[in-house]
């Protein structure tokens, strides 16, 4: 209830339901959230409390609504999104699919193997122990992000 979050956040119950009615008369609503919410010790918590009031006020599925969690390092988002997971290509396609593989094979004129590839930290283990040849890293401190 507003009272109980106004107890524990020190924000007055009122200016919380104030808050929610605005949100939820306001037409288009979209939420957008950083690290902050996801690495907090409630992080899932708070993440479906976000998706439950997106979905209770009717701001999910259209134009100009969403829940949008916002990446921690230097255009994680972008990277992701043209492919630069080891087990997914552009657009979140998942390498295992066949049919994805032939439009990318089509497209990029080379064969693709179904196994995804290696993430960070087995990269560089890989790199210690001989079997990974080279990484081009740009715009990344792997000191800082993956001691």
Known sequence: SPEVVGKLSGVDPEAIRGAARLYAKGGNGAIYYGLGVT?????????MAIANLAMATGNIGRPGVGVNPLRGQNNVQGSCDMGSFPHELPGYRHISGEAVRDIYESLWGVKLDDEPGL??????D???DGSFK?????????????P
């Open 39 to 47: 690495e907090h010790s409630q992080g899932s918590t708070t993440v």
């Open 119 to 124: 993430r960070i930290p087995n990269m560089l």
């Open 126 to 128: 890989a790199a210690v």
């Open 134 to 146: 080279g990484i081009y890293i740009q715009g990344e401190d792997i000191l800082q992000s993956d």
